[in-house]
């Protein structure tokens, strides 16, 4: 009940006219993005958080989270019309949204994907009002050690549930930290890893490592594979929309099933794009018309978008509650957090009541702006599309690296961008995880910290990690997840050793 | 053409590289015990060493997988493409550095049109000079956001 005081007061924040129309902004500046190839939620955020540093936090809070939920719309349009998913989490929409258009009901596939993306976020949105005051309280308790399981907790979950090679999350992981290392010493105060460079006496900006890696990295991979846009032309009927709302609680289980996944993978760091191939794929096992799938079964848009929507709101949770980022998108804002000189953790439901359950209360309405405003937009965002690429292409780069410029004014910065475009670029076909690179850039700081303050209190003393019941279960389900792919491997060979060899 | 293979090992050496580097940086500050707790390298040193671990276990997997990994990792027509679209933006960069970000997007913007776009010169032009003054009154004016500036714009008298 405590909670629903705070909601209600927290709406009375957010219910201004000037926040509904940053709401309004910010869900139609994260259409265009999550509709144009390159630009994402994670570098759509990157790129409008330097715009706001003037700006007072909750405001802009809400500006950059109604972004985020408008890009995750604009993604799952593109996926639709063109079969072009424009976020990784929207990929598994194109199997059968795709089809659907095809067969002349885009309008049927458009309105299930926005409503049951917006059921998956008013779920995620539930569950935060729900848990994050009694998430922040047993939070307080946690001192260094603590804290330093949480996140290696965070990181173990990318080896153990992540798709990618584990080696290569590591790499992408360390070098994540590596980076972060650069410049200023939090502890000391004093400069390292500069390698007698003036530009890098001031570190490098996670804001840049985003534009770089998903925008201009992206880009590179698009330009590659021959961008060609096979629209199809959507007009959003009136009459359509509403016979589509009423055949939605049909699909009651799948959106409950796909929310309660999408909840799971948004408050581990599994991510929204995890999410929702996950819950594609159960929704095609369990479902009763499995040979539908893949040719446009309407189940097959409303499991992946009710687990992308809902993993991307919850993600906010242990960003809110605990510091650590459930996404990519949400570290970028949590990066924001800091730098409008707010401590995301618990402490922040302490000092900042207002700023937490304004940001809270706008997610309720921020959704609800995104779904009437993405059904009313739609053909004039499908129509950007059209626009020949040799424009778009261009006019993408200069936004990121203005956007880069923007950060910090460092010329620096540009190559920097330009270097991390080329390394995403890689990474990406190498099959290189890229979001464990972005947390650890933001928590790199953090999670020193908290790693060298554990070590001071215990004098140098690893068993620190052990030294009491809550610390040690963290570590221990950290160190189980880490090294879930090596025991899968060994479970393998040994439950089937003919099978191995057979294949080796 | 470029097979998976040779990308693999490369991307691993460059990882493996910077992970070294991390080592090396670090070692610079201490990496051992000092009055305030661990020194600052401590922290940046395992992690550099995991990095370059890591990257080592990617080369052994890619080696021992080789047979897998014969797949083309670039054609000679995707190089191509992606090479016209990277020299540009690298001189786009180069040009920013020298004659400010607002010249270099006109210069950059007409050029693509031109040149990739097939538009006609005058159209590709004055496309590129309207989207640097849209920029200018979006930053400057509506934001106060300065951007990087060249001499044009010290010719100008717009600081």
Same mark, same amino acid.
């Given at each position: 009940?405590?909670?629903?005081?705070?909601?209600?007061?927290?709406?009375?924040?957010?219910?201004?006219?000037?926040?509904?129309?940053?709401?309004?902004?910010?869900?139609?500046?994260?259409?265009?993005?999550?509709?144009?190839?390159?630009?994402?939620?994670?570098?759509?955020?990157?790129?409008?958080?330097?715009?706001?540093?003037?700006?007072?936090?909750?405001?802009?809070?809400?500006?950059?989270?109604?972004?985020?939920?408008?890009?995750?719309?604009?993604?799952?349009?593109?996926?639709?019309?063109?079969?072009?998913?424009?976020?990784?989490?929207?990929?598994?929409?194109?199997?059968?949204?795709?089809?659907?258009?095809?067969?002349?009901?885009?309008?049927?596939?458009?309105?299930?994907?926005?409503?049951?993306?917006?059921?998956?976020?008013?779920?995620?949105?539930?569950?935060?009002?729900?848990?994050?005051?009694?998430?922040?309280?047993?939070?307080?308790?946690?001192?260094?050690?603590?804290?330093?399981?949480?996140?290696?907790?965070?990181?173990?979950?990318?080896?153990?549930?992540?798709?990618?090679?584990?080696?290569?999350?590591?790499?992408?992981?360390?070098?994540?930290?590596?980076?972060?290392?650069?410049?200023?010493?939090?502890?000391?105060?004093?400069?390292?890893?500069?390698?007698?460079?003036?530009?890098?006496?001031?570190?490098?900006?996670?804001?840049?490592?985003?534009?770089?890696?998903?925008?201009?990295?992206?880009?590179?991979?698009?330009?590659?594979?021959?961008?060609?846009?096979?629209?199809?032309?959507?007009?959003?009927?009136?009459?359509?929309?509403?016979?589509?709302?009423?055949?939605?609680?049909?699909?009651?289980?799948?959106?409950?099933?796909?929310?309660?996944?999408?909840?799971?993978?948004?408050?581990?760091?599994?991510?929204?794009?995890?999410?929702?191939?996950?819950?594609?794929?159960?929704?095609?096992?369990?479902?009763?018309?499995?040979?539908?799938?893949?040719?446009?079964?309407?189940?097959?848009?409303?499991?992946?978008?009710?687990?992308?929507?809902?993993?991307?709101?919850?993600?906010?949770?242990?960003?809110?509650?605990?510091?650590?980022?459930?996404?990519?998108?949400?570290?970028?804002?949590?990066?924001?957090?800091?730098?409008?000189?707010?401590?995301?953790?618990?402490?922040?439901?302490?000092?900042?009541?207002?700023?937490?359950?304004?940001?809270?209360?706008?997610?309720?309405?921020?959704?609800?702006?995104?779904?009437?405003?993405?059904?009313?937009?739609?053909?004039?965002?499908?129509?950007?599309?059209?626009?020949?690429?040799?424009?778009?292409?261009?006019?993408?780069?200069?936004?990121?690296?203005?956007?880069?410029?923007?950060?910090?004014?460092?010329?620096?910065?540009?190559?920097?961008?330009?270097?991390?475009?080329?390394?995403?670029?890689?990474?990406?076909?190498?099959?290189?995880?890229?979001?464990?690179?972005?947390?650890?850039?933001?928590?790199?700081?953090?999670?020193?910290?908290?790693?060298?303050?554990?070590?001071?209190?215990?004098?140098?003393?690893?068993?620190?990690?052990?030294?009491?019941?809550?610390?040690?279960?963290?570590?221990?389900?950290?160190?189980?997840?880490?090294?879930?792919?090596?025991?899968?491997?060994?479970?393998?060979?040994?439950?089937?050793?003919?099978?191995?060899?057979?294949?080796? | 053409?470029?097979?998976?293979?040779?990308? /693999?090992?490369?991307?691993?050496?460059?990882?493996?590289?910077?992970? !070294? #580097?991390? &080592? $090396?940086? *670090?070692?610079?500050? %201490?990496?051992?015990?000092?009055?305030?707790?661990?020194?600052?390298?401590?922290?940046?040193?395992?992690?550099?060493?995991?990095?370059?671990?890591?990257?080592?276990?990617?080369?052994?997997?890619?080696?021992?997988?080789?047979?897998?990994?014969?797949?083309?990792?670039?054609?000679?027509? /995707?190089?191509?493409?992606?090479?016209?679209?990277?020299?540009?933006? !690298? #001189?786009? &960069? $180069?040009? *920013?550095?020298?004659? %400010?970000?607002?010249?270099?997007?006109?210069?950059?913007?007409?050029?693509?049109?031109?040149?990739?776009?097939?538009?006609?010169?005058?159209?590709?032009?004055?496309?590129?000079?309207?989207?640097?003054?849209?920029?200018?009154?979006?930053?400057?004016?509506?934001?106060?956001?300065?951007?990087?500036?060249?001499?044009?714009?010290?010719?100008?008298?717009?600081?």
């Amino acid at each position: 009940m405590e909670n629903f005081a705070s909601l209600l007061h927290g709406f009375g924040v957010a219910l201004t006219t000037y926040h509904v129309m940053l709401m309004m902004v910010g869900v139609l500046l994260g259409i265009l993005v999550g509709v144009l190839p390159g630009l994402g939620a994670p570098n759509g955020v990157s790129l409008l958080l330097p715009l706001t540093f003037t700006m007072d936090p909750v405001a802009a809070i809400i500006l950059l989270t109604s972004m985020y939920w408008g890009a995750l719309f604009g993604g799952s349009t593109t996926s639709i019309l063109f079969n072009i998913p424009g976020e990784p989490s929207s990929v598994a929409t194109t199997f059968d949204g795709y089809p659907m258009a095809r067969q002349g009901h885009a309008t049927q596939a458009l309105t299930l994907a926005f409503l049951s993306a917006g059921f998956g976020a008013l779920v995620g949105v539930i569950l935060i009002t729900v848990l994050s005051t009694w998430v922040a309280k047993f939070a307080l308790r946690f001192s260094s050690p603590e804290y330093f399981a949480v996140y290696f907790l965070a990181f173990a979950s990318f080896i153990g549930l992540g798709a990618a090679s584990p080696f290569k999350t590591v790499v992408s992981m360390g070098l994540g930290f590596a980076f972060a290392a650069v410049g200023m010493d939090t502890v000391s105060g004093g400069l390292r890893l500069t390698y007698g460079f003036n530009e890098l006496l001031s570190g490098i900006s996670f804001l840049i490592a985003v534009i770089g890696l998903f925008g201009i990295g992206e880009l590179m991979l698009t330009m590659e594979e021959g961008l060609r846009f096979d629209g199809i032309r959507a007009r959003v009927k009136v009459r359509d929309v509403f016979k589509t709302i009423a055949t939605l609680p049909r699909y009651w289980v799948t959106l409950l099933r796909s929310a309660a996944i999408g909840c799971w993978m948004g408050i581990t760091p599994g991510g929204p794009t995890a999410a929702s191939f996950m819950s594609y794929g159960l929704a095609k096992r369990l479902s009763r018309r499995k040979d539908g799938f893949g040719q446009g079964e309407p189940e097959g848009v409303v499991a992946p978008e009710t687990a992308d929507h809902a993993a991307g709101s919850s993600a906010i949770l242990p960003m809110l509650a605990l510091g650590v980022p459930g996404s990519a998108t949400a570290a970028v804002m949590m990066g924001g957090l800091m730098i409008w000189g707010l401590n995301p953790g618990p402490m922040l439901f302490v000092e900042r009541p207002d700023f937490v359950w304004g940001l809270i209360a706008s997610m309720y309405l921020g959704n609800i702006v995104a779904v009437l405003m993405v059904l009313a937009t739609i053909p004039l965002f499908a129509s950007i599309l059209r626009i020949p690429f040799a424009i778009i292409g261009p006019v993408i780069v200069v936004v990121c690296f203005i956007g880069a410029y923007t950060v910090a004014g460092r010329p620096f910065d540009l190559w920097l961008a330009l270097a991390f475009g080329v390394v995403g670029y890689l990474f990406k076909k190498l099959d290189y995880p890229i979001a464990p690179l972005v947390l650890a850039m933001v928590l790199g700081d953090k999670a020193e910290d908290a790693f060298r303050q554990s070590m001071i209190m215990s004098r140098g003393s690893l068993s620190i990690f052990w030294s009491n019941g809550l610390v040690a279960t963290l570590m221990l389900i950290g160190i189980a997840l880490a090294l879930g792919p090596l025991l899968s491997i060994v479970l393998s060979r040994l439950v089937k050793p003919k099978a191995s060899s057979a294949v080796a | 053409m470029i097979s998976r293979y040779t990308a /693999e090992v490369g991307t691993a050496t460059l990882t493996a590289g910077l992970g !070294l #580097a991390a &080592v $090396v940086g *670090a070692l610079e500050f %201490g990496i051992g015990w000092g009055d305030a707790g661990p020194e600052p390298g401590a922290f940046p040193f395992y992690i550099g060493l995991l990095v370059v671990a890591a990257s080592v276990g990617t080369l052994i997997q890619a080696t021992v997988g080789r047979r897998g990994l014969q797949s083309v990792f670039l054609h000679r027509e /995707e190089a191509k493409r992606v090479a016209s679209f990277f020299l540009p933006m !690298l #001189a786009f &960069v $180069v040009v *920013a550095r020298l004659l %400010g970000l607002y010249v270099a997007t006109a210069l950059y913007l007409s050029f693509v049109m031109w040149v990739q776009g097939k538009y006609r010169f005058v159209i590709a032009v004055a496309s590129g000079i309207a989207a640097a003054v849209i920029f200018y009154f979006v930053l400057e004016v509506a934001f106060q956001v300065p951007l990087l500036k060249g001499p044009l714009e010290a010719a100008l008298g717009l600081y």
